[in-house]
């Protein structure tokens, strides 16, 4: 087993910056990919950016480069860092790890493995 801690969220104005945390724990070497996801109310769950095990970075085509996806040196703690927040940005954001090879199933929120509980953010206009 893989668990997943969030922390870091809360409520900014827009325009700030938020830096979003993940410790990883457990069998973490079952796991190949580390990722952010997002779900605002009666939306889906959606990729925000992912980092590979060798440090591959990938996020989805419609991004716009405000958030930067990184880990530590030793690959158990993975950050967010958003900048340039807007109110569409308002989400619960999870993370997740995966154990798959490839990576055209990124994207596909049910093929990730493992889940944390969440971190809510907040952007007030």
């Known amino acids: 087993q893989v668990q997943l801690e969030e922390s870091g969220g809360g409520l900014v104005q827009a325009g700030g910056s938020l830096r979003l945390s993940c410790t990883a724990s457990?069998?973490?070497?079952?796991?190949?990919?580390l990722g952010w996801f997002r779900q605002a109310p009666g939306k889906e769950r959606e990729l925000v950016a992912a980092?590979?095990?060798?440090?591959?970075?990938y996020y989805p085509d419609s991004w716009e480069g405000r958030f930067t996806i990184s880990s530590n040196n030793g690959g158990d703690t993975l950050y967010l860092q958003m900048n340039s927040l807007k109110p569409e940005d308002t989400a619960a954001y999870f993370c997740a790890a995966g154990d798959r090879n490839g990576y055209n199933w990124y994207d596909d929120a049910s093929l990730w493995a493992y889940w944390g509980q969440g971190t809510q953010v907040t952007v007030s206009s």
């Open positions: 980092e590979r095990s060798d440090g591959r970075t």
């Open positions: 457990g069998s973490i070497y079952r796991v190949n990919v």
